[in-house]
């Protein structure tokens, strides 16, 4: 014996406690997929396009099918050609394409402020009730109450109140509001998630917890918030889905400029003579939509040596 250890190959590195090259792999198989399915949906939408009625139909008596005109449902190579061009028809401006990135780019940001107020107090309320079983069954019928609300109803309410607010030197930005708005889309399913996870470990377990004389914030880090992990990260998702339709919303109903709901209003009114260019604004929106699902997707594999064994979420 030389006493000289081996050098690991290549199937021996590990990222965590799972060789990479798996992980790799998995990456790609959902990146392919991801790129599929869009393939798909244009697909589809050229092939309803070319079989549609161009006035639209109806089913059993009811005006289902959609129209099919050039006017409602331009080529899906015509809109992204519209992307290149500029958003005026002067041609002094800046592209359709620049515009809509920054758009995205920012109702990315509020929409991230929102998820995190959202995020926070969802978490929060969760280990409260979890807590205190007088909290539970004094906050949790509101908070299923609160979803109840009309959000369009709602946005005008809270960008007039945060208009008289100071909170020391800062000033209430028109932003503020529109991520209050996502934050109360957002907290929801974070709230009823966490109270799930918090409840999901073994009755042994807790038993075991106790057997040591832990604490209830020793339990608390040490069992149940790693037990919730298979809760939060679905109730994550749903959260981040919600926190971006509130932010778009809330930019539609308050008239807040900057964002891509406001820029959806914007080209609508030139449906009729440019439907191409609206189309251009409900793409940027679904790439927010896409590009939040990746980042939760990123926390998810975070997450996951957290995940007990069997652990799925």
Not at 272 to 281: F, L, Y
Request: glycine letters at 10%.
């Amino acid at each position: 014996m030389t006493g000289v250890a081996a050098e690991p190959g290549p199937a021996a590195v590990l990222v965590g406690d799972r060789p990479a090259a798996p992980r790799a792999r998995a990456t790609l198989a959902r990146a392919g997929w991801l790129v599929a399915s869009l393939l798909v949906v244009c697909a589809l939408w050229e092939a309803y396009k070319l079989v549609g009625p161009a006035d639209g139909g109806s089913v059993l008596g009811a005006r289902l099918l959609p129209r099919s005109d050039d006017a409602s449902m331009p080529h899906v190579w015509q809109v992204l050609e519209r992307f290149g061009r500029p958003e005026s028809a002067a041609g002094d401006s800046s592209s359709v394409l620049v515009a809509v990135l920054e758009a995205v780019w920012f109702t990315f940001r509020v929409a991230m402020a929102g998820l995190l107020l959202g995020v926070l107090v969802g978490i929060g309320l969760g280990v409260l009730m979890d807590r205190f079983t007088v909290a539970e069954r004094g906050l949790l019928p509101y908070v299923v109450l609160s979803q109840t609300v009309p959000l369009v109803a709602l946005a005008p309410l809270v960008v007039g109140w945060g208009g008289r607010l100071q909170i020391g030197d800062v000033t209430w930005r028109p932003w503020m509001s529109v991520a209050v708005i996502a934050g109360y889309l957002a907290f929801f399913p974070v709230a009823v998630g966490t109270l799930r996870g918090l409840r999901s470990p073994a009755a042994h377990s807790v038993e075991l917890m106790r057997s040591f004389n832990a604490s209830w914030r020793q339990s608390l880090l040490r069992l149940k918030l790693p037990a919730s992990v298979p809760y939060l990260v679905p109730a994550l998702r749903l959260a981040a889905a919600s926190a971006v339709v509130g932010a778009i919303v809330a930019e539609i109903s308050t008239g807040i400029r900057g964002g891509i709901g406001r820029l959806v209003i914007e080209y609508s009114r030139e449906a009729t003579s440019d439907p191409a260019k609206v189309w251009t604004a409900f793409t940027g929106a679904a790439l927010l939509g896409l590009v939040v699902a990746g980042l939760v997707s990123l926390l998810d594999g975070a997450l996951a040596r957290y995940r007990p064994a069997g652990g799925q979420a």
